[in-house]
């Protein structure tokens, strides 16, 4: 049996893994389960799945954890202690679905254990990509990438030799607002920007869609993950997000991963990791689709995109900046202080002002670096969403 931990199992990508993983129980040997606010759901897919500990990362919900698991055999934690410690515990397969900078200390964890982590939680290589692969290495650990893109150009990848590689192209759908005219985009209400024409995610990764903030901290991503120049990353509208990724050649050969939109495909190729198996997505049928459309992002309509370039140019601790400057931004969107234009303001006034303060974002990359530089980018988000707002 696979002895499997899944961070983050309460939402959309833990849920997909756990709707695999119980398809086949004998198979597997569930050893934690950790998630937010949603109790109920936690509790109930640890005692289905017979997982040994439950973890919630709010201590103030402990004993709620508790009770909804009484008597289940099942053990509840919760903190931020207790996360690193499920992490630690023996595991051939953790899955990092956590969302945001929150997860990189438990996937660092993870990887300490020499085993594979199944990485869905992008902002780890955006805020300590160097960190995390020398960490991988040092153990002997395996990861593998679970964001549709970056697992499509994995697998596009395999027997071939990173050196031929030209350029990678990684498609995306445009989100809510690609057909808008821009100057609707300034007025753009939270629940519009929340529903996702293809793919069915949560609101957060679903309005980083919107903004196009999602597809660039995938491009920071593909660079820190497969070690090309950034350069060599392209992205590309691609309204019907069936073609997930395509690696060029220097033949000008062009590799695609064609496939459903429906994230148990990613997740199932590195839950079962180096062998195929039947998985439960929809099979296409090409001729009733009959054509695939795609077309150059806007830079006026997607500045998330020229950020990420800027990111990439400037190195160092700015993923880190980039990404707790791009939550604090969403947050403040979700709650209905800024607009959604705003986002991209405030981001760039973050990452313009801590790139001019004095050896910050290059200061050597660990955990405690990037937490600080974390704390202090949201702390430079706020003032500048306070500066605007008069």
Same mark, same amino acid.
């Given at each position: 049996?696979?002895?499997?931990?899944?961070?983050?199992?309460?939402?959309?990508?833990?849920?997909?893994?756990?709707?695999?993983?119980?398809?086949?129980?004998? /198979?597997?040997?569930?050893?934690?389960?950790?998630?937010?606010?949603?109790?109920?759901?936690?509790?109930?897919?640890?005692?289905?799945?017979?997982?040994?500990?439950?973890?919630?990362?709010? /201590?103030?919900?402990?004993?709620?954890?508790?009770?909804?698991?009484?008597?289940?055999?099942?053990?509840?934690?919760?903190?931020?202690?207790?996360?690193?410690?499920?992490?630690?515990?023996?595991?051939? #397969?953790?899955?990092?679905?956590?969302?945001?900078?929150?997860?990189?200390?438990?996937?660092?964890?993870?990887?300490?254990?020499?085993?594979?982590?199944?990485?869905?939680?992008?902002?780890?290589?955006?805020?300590?990509?160097?960190?995390?692969?020398?960490?991988?290495?040092?153990?002997?650990?395996?990861?593998?990438?679970?964001?549709?893109?970056?697992?499509?150009?994995?697998?596009?990848?395999?027997?071939?030799?990173?050196?031929?590689?030209?350029?990678?192209?990684?498609?995306?759908?445009?989100?809510?607002?690609?057909?808008?005219?821009?100057?609707?985009?300034?007025?753009?209400?939270?629940?519009?920007?929340?529903?996702?024409?293809?793919? !069915?995610?949560?609101?957060?990764?679903?309005?980083?869609?919107?903004?196009?903030?999602?597809?660039?901290?995938?491009?920071?991503?593909?660079?820190?993950?497969?070690?090309?120049?950034? /350069?060599?990353?392209?992205?590309?509208?691609?309204?019907?997000?069936?073609?997930?990724?395509?690696?060029?050649?220097?033949?000008?050969?062009?590799?695609?991963?064609?496939?459903?939109?429906?994230?148990?495909?990613?997740?199932?190729?590195?839950?079962? #990791?180096?062998?195929?198996?039947?998985?439960?997505?929809?099979?296409?049928?090409?001729?009733?689709?009959?054509?695939?459309?795609?077309?150059?992002? /806007?830079?006026?309509?997607?500045?998330?995109?020229?950020?990420?370039? !800027?990111?990439?140019?400037?190195?160092?601790?700015?993923?880190?900046?980039?990404?707790?400057?791009?939550?604090?931004?969403?947050?403040?969107?979700?709650?209905?202080?800024?607009?959604?234009?705003?986002?991209?303001?405030?981001?760039?006034?973050?990452?313009?002002?801590?790139?001019?303060?004095?050896?910050?974002?290059?200061?050597?990359?660990?955990?405690?670096?990037?937490?600080?530089?974390?704390?202090?980018?949201?702390?430079?988000?706020?003032?500048?969403?306070?500066?605007?707002?008069?």
């Amino acid at each position: 049996m696979k002895r499997v931990t899944v961070f983050g199992s309460t939402g959309s990508i833990g849920q997909n893994t756990l709707d695999l993983i119980a398809r086949a129980p004998q /198979d597997y040997d569930v050893v934690a389960l950790t998630g937010g606010r949603n109790i109920t759901q936690l509790a109930a897919d640890a005692r289905r799945l017979g997982a040994q500990v439950a973890v919630t990362a709010h /201590d103030d919900l402990l004993e709620d954890l508790r009770a909804a698991l009484a008597g289940s055999g099942v053990a509840a934690a919760a903190g931020q202690a207790a996360l690193i410690e499920a992490a630690a515990r023996p595991a051939d #397969w953790t899955m990092s679905a956590i969302v945001g900078a929150a997860g990189l200390a438990p996937g660092m964890e993870a990887l300490k254990q020499g085993a594979t982590l199944a990485l869905a939680n992008k902002e780890s290589l955006v805020t300590a990509g160097p960190l995390l692969m020398a960490t991988a290495a040092r153990h002997g650990a395996r990861i593998l990438p679970v964001d549709s893109e970056h697992s499509a150009i994995f697998q596009a990848l395999a027997g071939e030799d990173i050196a031929a590689v030209e350029r990678i192209i990684i498609t995306a759908s445009g989100g809510a607002f690609r057909d808008w005219p821009l100057e609707r985009l300034a007025a753009a209400t939270l629940a519009e920007a929340s529903s996702h024409p293809n793919w !069915d995610m949560g609101q957060r990764i679903t309005i980083d869609s919107a903004s196009m903030f999602n597809k660039a901290l995938e491009v920071i991503e593909t660079r820190e993950f497969f070690g090309v120049d950034p /350069d060599q990353i392209e992205v590309i509208l691609h309204p019907e997000s069936l073609v997930h990724a395509l690696v060029g050649f220097r033949d000008g050969a062009l590799m695609a991963h064609v496939g459903a939109s429906d994230m148990r495909h990613a997740i199932g190729y590195a839950l079962h #990791w180096p062998e195929r198996r039947d998985l439960p997505v929809a099979r296409l049928d090409l001729a009733a689709i009959g054509t695939l459309n795609f077309r150059a992002p /806007d830079p006026a309509r997607y500045p998330a995109l020229r950020l990420a370039r !800027d990111v990439m140019q400037r190195g160092g601790l700015s993923g880190a900046v980039f990404n707790a400057a791009k939550e604090r931004a969403l947050d403040a969107f979700i709650a209905g202080r800024i607009g959604f234009l705003d986002m991209a303001g405030v981001v760039e006034d973050v990452l313009t002002r801590m790139s001019s303060e004095s050896g910050l974002i290059d200061a050597e990359i660990t955990l405690d670096t990037v937490a600080h530089v974390d704390h202090l980018a949201r702390i430079r988000a706020d003032e500048a969403m306070q500066a605007k707002a008069g």
